[in-house]
């Protein structure tokens, strides 16, 4: 069955970097959309990034403009989300989730667009 599991997560000091990952299984990311939500306490899950593998389009929120990087290895079904220049307001718990083949700069980051989501992985940016 489908199945997405992040991993990478952690504590890192403002101005660190981390990377998550995004393993799949039960599919293959060759039609699809995969993208990453973060939800912090008593905040509404917010779309990150997002990665389209049908037409290689990549989407930003724009408070990680600059700073983040969405990539896919395509051998290791796996998405990757690179966080450099970690700031406090970042910290939260990351989830990634499969969306349909296409997405648009209007949807992308809607989370009822995605079907299958991750457990989640916690970032904490703090000195």
């Known amino acids: 069955q489908v199945q997405l599991v992040e991993s990478g997560g952690g504590l890192v000091q403002p101005g660190g970097s981390l990377r998550l990952s995004c393993a799949a299984s039960?599919?293959?990311?060759?039609?699809?959309?995969i993208a990453w939500f973060r939800q912090a306490p008593g905040k509404e899950r917010e779309g990150v990034s997002c990665?389209?593998?049908?037409?290689?389009?990549?989407y930003y929120a724009d408070s990680v403009k600059g700073r983040f990087t969405i990539s896919r290895d395509n051998a290791k079904n796996t998405v990757y989300l690179e966080m450099n220049n970690l700031k406090p307001e970042d910290t939260a718990v990351y989830y990634c989730?499969?969306?349909?083949?296409?997405?648009?700069?209007?949807?992308?980051?809607?989370?009822?667009?995605?079907?299958?989501w991750g457990q989640g992985s916690q970032v904490t940016v703090s000195s």
């Open positions: 989730a499969k969306g349909p083949p296409f997405v648009t700069t209007a949807t992308w980051s809607i989370p009822r667009v995605y079907d299958y």
């Open positions: 039960g599919f293959t990311l060759d039609y699809c959309t």
């Open positions: 990665i389209s593998t049908s037409d290689g389009s990549t």
